[in-house]
């Protein structure tokens, strides 16, 4: 098909319906309310389910129940939602359930605000649920990106039985880009779904969805077990892309919204002739550690800028290993960076280093 | 003569229950209902969160085990993807009608075509005998140690007479097991109910009035007796909903 012009919250719904979606649950939650609403008019004429649950503990619990009965099953929600979902992703992710979950973020904590933000970063990639289990958590930036990482999310999430987020924030779901919902994606070879409680007619044995283990032995089995899952989810789908690297002065990391404005900052940095560089996380859970030993040794300094007061910056602290400085800028509460502000954070970059000692 | 055969709705696994607690009987009464109607192996139950969090090794069906209180909205996903098989829920009172109520309540409005076998012992048993949103004016739980008073800790939460006044659900209705009487009428109910499933009515409860005598401090005789005498007061028995009669 040819490209069309989308709003960034039709397209996560378009493209939910051509990867297959069998069945949507969720609650209205302002800045993603677009993604249901146009599921309600186009899962019901596909014959598939559409269902807005009374809460968004209901609507996570609705996806487990239809994830257990080894349908394709999304969710999608915003920052105070996406906590309320969190006991049901710690169901989900120790049931071991495929299943994909679209979080779009805005300004908190508390009731917060409407605005863009990306300070749930902790929230997706440390999980607010309880126990030893991760999300696979992937971050686009733009809307023809997170197109394509909607049906390969819902691929991986089949592949390892895992949750997989689709994190972005509220400027990526209400602003509108050309976009080609037809733009291939990897194939995988997907596993069957032979967990899937759907009656013992249908197949051999018996099968019991569960995340209760109450003998100590059976559950660290059954966790050592989730973290070797995990382990091959840090192999294989570790996603990100490098940026005018070559010689680079500083390095900025950023991912999402804040990644599309740092290069604009970078364009205008080029024209003053300081060469600066890019990380762009897409995977933020496996987090791309290995994108920092590409550093070169030009660099005098890595930029990380978030829409937050500083999330993301523990795991490029951890994946930096201590070669480069470490500065910091961020805006909080709502407030989209302006280019001309990442500018001046290079240009004044000791002003940003953050100090431990 | 006649001969005694134990249920294929039930695994050969040993149940936890205690002694002269009802789960027993009522697991017996709802699979023996699933075998008799040919549906075990179309079936999904939903185990909830409780002493009954064990169900899904003891119902010999395909069994899911929900987070506390939603077995509800579990329920819903698996029988909204899956609207040709069976699916039921198996809760306690504290599962149920605490922390479940809003799961439950919408459930029922929506008109889920789903079955909840509702097992109702007035006490958190699993947790060990802490006070329940049914427990009963006056009784002693160890949250309600001076008795349950109705000035701070509210009053019995009558399940059947709430979700009867709602225009989803299609047949409620409240039972007992304390007589071998009494087991035969709640199995007569539970098939009811999983007929109308069958038949695309709509949401079902059974709401089984339940014994815990180890928390109630009682002998198993005594709080069968207790069921009789005080429960029924507060929770009357009989149906107060059917679609069939509306």
Redo the contacts between chains.
């Keep these: 098909m040819a490209k069309q012009l989308l709003k960034g919250n039709q397209a996560i719904a378009l493209a939910a319906v051509q990867a297959g979606v069998d069945a949507f649950f969720g609650y209205p939650f302002t800045p993603q309310n677009e993604v249901p609403e146009y599921l309600s008019y186009y899962l019901p004429q596909a014959g598939k389910v559409f269902l807005q649950a009374e809460s968004e503990v209901a609507a996570i619990n609705m996806v487990y129940g239809a994830a257990g009965a080894g349908k394709r099953v999304m969710t999608s929600s915003s920052s105070v939602g996406i906590a309320l979902k969190q006991e049901g992703i710690s169901y989900i992710a120790g049931a071991e359930l495929p299943c994909l979950i679209v979080s779009v973020m805005r300004g908190g904590p508390g009731l917060g605000g409407i605005q863009p933000s990306q300070a749930d970063y902790y929230q997706a990639t440390r999980g607010g649920g309880n126990g030893d289990y991760h999300v696979i958590v992937l971050a686009p930036e733009s809307i023809q990106e997170t197109i394509d990482l909607i049906k390969e999310g819902f691929d991986i999430a089949d592949i390892y039985r895992n949750p997989v987020m689709i994190l972005i924030d509220g400027l990526i779901g209400q602003m509108m880009e050309s976009v080609d919902l037809d733009k291939p994606v990897k194939k995988r070879a997907l596993p069957s779904k032979d967990f899937a409680t759907i009656g013992t007619a249908y197949h051999t044995g018996r099968n019991v969805v569960n995340s209760l283990y109450l003998d100590p032995a059976s559950l660290e089995k059954h966790n050592l077990e989730l973290q070797a899952k995990y382990e091959k989810v840090r192999q294989n789908e570790v996603a990100f892309e490098l940026i005018d690297m070559e010689n680079a002065e500083y390095v900025i990391v950023a991912y999402g919204s804040s990644s599309r404005i740092a290069r604009s900052a970078m364009l205008m940095l080029k024209a003053q002739g300081i060469h600066v560089g890019m990380i762009r996380p897409i995977s933020l859970w496996p987090f791309p550690h290995q994108a920092f030993k590409q550093i070169p040794q030009t660099c005098k300094g890595i930029l990380v800028v978030e829409m937050s007061l500083g999330q993301m910056i523990d795991d490029v602290e951890i994946a930096n290993q201590g070669r480069f400085p470490i500065a910091f800028y961020g805006r909080t509460g709502g407030i989209v960076i302006d280019p001309v502000e990442i500018k001046d954070a290079i240009l004044h970059y000791e002003k940003w280093v953050r100090h431990h000692d | 003569m006649i001969k005694y055969d134990k249920t294929k709705g039930l695994?050969d696994k040993k149940t936890h229950y205690c002694p002269g607690c009802t789960h027993g009987i009522l697991h017996k009464v709802v699979a023996e209902v699933l075998e008799e109607m040919k549906l075990?192996?179309?079936?999904?139950g939903?185990a909830s969160v409780g002493c009954s969090?064990y169900a899904?090794?003891y119902f010999?069906?395909?069994?899911?085990?929900?987070?506390h209180g939603?077995a509800c909205?579990?329920?819903?996903?698996?029988?909204?993807?899956?609207p040709d098989?069976v699916v039921f829920t198996y809760q306690g009172d504290g599962d149920l009608a605490s922390i479940g109520i809003?799961?439950t309540?919408?459930a029922a409005n929506r008109g889920e075509n789903i079955t909840v076998i509702f097992a109702n012992n007035a006490i958190y048993g699993m947790t060990g005998g802490q006070m329940a949103p049914t427990t009963l004016q006056g009784q002693k739980t160890t949250t309600s140690m001076l008795g349950r008073d109705s000035k701070t800790q509210g009053f019995p939460i009558k399940v059947c007479e709430m979700l009867s006044q709602l225009d989803g659900p299609a047949y409620i209705e409240r039972v007992t097991l304390t007589s071998p009487q009494a087991i035969k009428k709640a199995k007569a109910s539970i098939k009811k109910a999983f007929t109308y499933q069958q038949e695309g009515r709509g949401f079902t409860l059974i709401e089984v009035l339940s014994t815990c005598p180890v928390n109630w401090g009682m002998s198993p005789v005594e709080a069968m007796t207790w069921v009789n005498e005080e429960m029924t007061k507060v929770f009357p028995l009989g149906i107060f909903k059917d679609v069939h009669h509306d």
């Excluded at chain 2, 075990?40 to 999904?44: A, F, K, Q």
């Excluded at chain 2, 909205?73 to 899956?82: E, H, I, N, Y």
């Design positions: 695994t075990l192996d179309h079936t999904v939903i969090v899904y090794d010999n069906c395909d069994m899911q085990q929900a987070p939603r909205a579990v329920a819903t996903g698996v029988k909204r993807v899956l098989r809003a799961e309540i919408h």
